[in-house]
């Protein structure tokens, strides 16, 4: 079991499942609403607290969302004394509506709240970790903090989740060992293979592993030095019921893998499984590592 920091969001999720993604200007009535505790850095925690320790370090409001989703990270036995804790305000919300007819999640994202700063950041004792797990936000604050673990622990392994574009996140790109990108990512900077991407941004990132998760077309890695890329298929449920929480599940996946030791084509395999797996079942209770 290692001890694992993971900073970023937490939100309320309100899921509306719908037979097919609706038109616009139209009203449809949901087939069935599901309102969770989501967010990439806490979705990718609560997979892990199954075999490890997590702490999540991002920033919490007390009002009756925030109970909510504290109940679940509870729940999970995730730490949350690194927080940055708000007596006003409102956890961000995702209104997300899934496609039953595909597993799609289209999300409407609402958000006004501070984000955790260097300053909180640097309050945490990172000898308590074996593994720190960032989000790609919040880009002056999060370079500091990956420039602060590694004056301050320079063995301890850092990844960064890269999925959304945001203005200077390649200023990221050379500190942390592992970059895990998205799909939309990769084809928002020009690229249409993981390959090419890997190619091109291997100058700016020569100490990084890459990882990229490519939906159903399943995944692909590259180990350093830049060699031969490898690919996984993707494992299809029997049947697509939710993919929101894929990638965080694929991310979830990698960092365990490579906290256990294995190499890289095994880690991409299994981390595939798992993902197909989390697209057959609702929410994360149902992914298991094997
Ligand atoms: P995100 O959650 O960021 O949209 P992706 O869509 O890239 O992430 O999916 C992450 C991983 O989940 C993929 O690498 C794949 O292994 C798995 N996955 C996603 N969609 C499917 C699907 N329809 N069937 C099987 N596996 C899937």
């Known amino acids: 079991m290692s001890r694992i920091l993971g900073v970023g969001i937490a939100t309320l999720d309100i899921i509306n499942r719908v037979a097919d993604y609706p038109t616009e200007d139209s009203e449809v009535r949901v087939l069935s609403q599901r309102v969770c505790r989501g967010g990439n850095a806490t979705n990718t925690l609560t997979v892990l607290s199954q075999a490890h320790q997590c702490s999540w370090a991002g920033v919490w409001v007390d009002e009756p969302d925030g109970q909510r989703i504290l109940e679940d990270l509870q729940a999970h036995q995730i730490d949350v004394q690194h927080c940055r804790i708000l007596p006003q305000g409102k956890m961000p919300t995702s209104y997300i509506c899934l496609n039953q007819s595909n597993g799609s999640r289209t999300i409407v994202h609402h958000r006004d709240l501070p984000e955790l700063s260097i300053a909180d950041f640097q309050a945490i004792d990172l000898s308590a970790f074996d593994w720190v797990h960032l989000e790609g936000r919040n880009i002056p604050d999060t370079l500091k903090m990956l420039h602060h673990i590694k004056q301050q622990q320079p063995q301890l392994p850092v990844s960064l989740e890269v999925e959304k574009p945001r203005d200077d996140i390649e200023r990221l790109f050379s500190i942390p060992d592992v970059l895990l990108f998205s799909r939309h990512f990769v084809q928002h900077q020009g690229f249409s293979s993981a390959k090419a ?50 990638g965080d599940t694929f991310n979830a996946a990698v960092i365990h893998g490579l906290l256990q030791g294995r190499t890289t084509s095994d880690i991409l395999q299994t981390a595939c499984r798992l993902a197909g797996e989390k697209c057959g079942c609702l929410g994360f209770d149902g992914v298991h590592f094997t």
């Open 197 to 246: 991407f890997f190619t091109a941004i291997h100058q700016q990132a020569p100490q990084a592993m890459l990882f990229c998760a490519w939906g159903e077309q399943g995944a692909y890695a590259v180990q350093k030095p830049l060699s031969r890329v490898l690919h996984a298929p993707a494992y299809p449920p029997a049947q697509v019921v939710d993919t929101l929480g894929a």
